[in-house]
């Protein structure tokens, strides 16, 4: 019976995500050029492959990869060997975007074993509702996952835009990024959670000094913010966001500079039109180019030390936003890597060895996938930049 049930959600699934892409599509489909489906483009070092839809990544202090897999599984990578940490598809429901999405660990993970999951289920199936949650597990002496607690449930969400990125700051607050579930004016709605990036103690509770001490709301006026990340010197946060697409108009991907109580603007302003008491974005792609940013994090070592590094699904890139040596809240550049050569990148964090790890995302429903597909990559900087022509 469970195994018609999935059938029958994962065939839902397709049906409506044909409906919503013709509707409400956040980037293009990949158009692959290349003659060969069964053969990389592109020459790199797999660390994974054969994968759903990888989404968050996380390396462990004792070297483990952890990552999401949107269907509603936690994988991980020990020495080379990939396994189901945890799963949840009989409870996570993946419908055109939603599913198990955001994943971190906490910062005192050796010691604790908390790890944090987001996801989307269905608080009924008809008419089908879909429901944002955050749960808290601790992996076991035995490194098997063990429920701890919900932190919070009933963010309402759609089949695009919903949970996105967790992320513990150098304050050890907990964030989480949500979006407005495609109905642009939640994000304006302070009584609401869509469209805003939360502040949480990591017991779920909310901090005494939030912009609103009656509220989880750190930030407002964001559409889709999929990426968030702290910068090493400053401490601030940073986010990628996803700038409009079909009727709401095209282009002008975001990079924000996150600051408490500020208003982000969606949907009054975009790109680089300005509104007293709203923010414009540090940068952003421009009026006739997308990136779909995607997970983003600072480089913390090497000869791209303090760049913010960064995804992009109809981008099929990976972005390296170059900052001003003399002001670390402008940046002078953004630039383009791995373009076009392995199709819709997803996610990308650093490794303990320096190296980047890229989650590629073919299998979203979106993209034209390899035999390998999906996959997480493993590149230098190096590497990259002999990449470019």
């Not at 919070?152 to 996105?164: K, P, R």
């Not at 792609?285 to 779909?292: H, N, R």
Request: glycine share 10%.
């Amino acid at each position: 019976m469970k195994e018609k049930l999935t059938h029958f959600y994962r065939l839902l699934s397709c049906t409506l995500l044909l409906s919503c892409l013709m509707l409400t599509a956040c980037d293009d489909w990949f158009d692959d050029d290349g003659d060969d489906d069964d053969v990389p483009a592109y020459h790199d070092e797999t660390y994974a492959d054969h994968l759903d839809t990888p989404w968050e990544m996380v390396f462990a202090p004792d070297g483990r990869l952890f990552f999401t897999q949107r269907p509603g599984s936690v994988a991980v990578v020990d020495n080379g060997k990939v396994s189901v940490w945890l799963g949840l598809d009989s409870v996570v429901l993946e419908v055109g975007e939603s599913g198990l999405l955001g994943f971190t660990l906490d910062p005192q993970f050796s010691q604790n074993g908390y790890v944090y999951i987001g996801y989307t289920y269905a608080a009924s199936k008809a008419p089908l509702k879909l429901v944002n949650k955050l749960v808290r597990y601790k992996e076991n002496t035995s490194k098997k996952p063990v429920f701890d607690k919900v932190l919070m449930d009933g963010i309402e969400g759609n089949y695009v835009h919903n949970s996105g990125p967790l992320e513990f700051g150098p304050d050890g607050m907990l964030y989480w990024a949500v979006g407005e579930r495609y109905m642009p004016d939640l994000a304006q709605d302070p009584n609401v959670l869509n469209g805003k990036i939360l502040r949480l103690t990591s017991s779920g509770e909310i901090p005494s000094d939030n912009p609103n001490p009656q509220s989880y709301i750190y930030s407002l006026g964001h559409r889709n913010p999929q990426g968030l990340a702290f910068h090493p010197q400053t401490h601030e946060l940073w986010s990628t966001e996803h700038g409009p697409s079909e009727e709401q108009g095209c282009c002008r991907d975001e990079i924000n500079r996150i600051l408490p109580g500020h208003n982000y603007g969606w949907p009054i302003i975009r790109g680089s039109e300005t509104k007293p008491g709203l923010e414009t974005p540090v940068y952003h792609s421009g009026d006739t180019t997308t990136w779909a940013p995607t997970g983003g994090i600072f480089i913390t070592q090497g000869n791209w030390q303090g760049s913010l590094v960064f995804t992009g699904l109809r981008g099929q890139a990976l972005y390296r936003a170059v900052f001003d040596p003399s002001d670390a809240t402008k940046i002078q550049r953004v630039d383009r890597y791995l373009y076009q050569k392995l199709g819709r990148l997803r996610n990308v964090i650093q490794g303990p060895d320096g190296k980047l790890y890229i989650a590629v995302s073919n299998q979203d429903g979106r993209g034209d996938p390899l035999s390998v597909d999906d996959r997480i990559i493993a590149l230098t900087t190096d590497q990259l930049e002999d990449s470019n022509p």
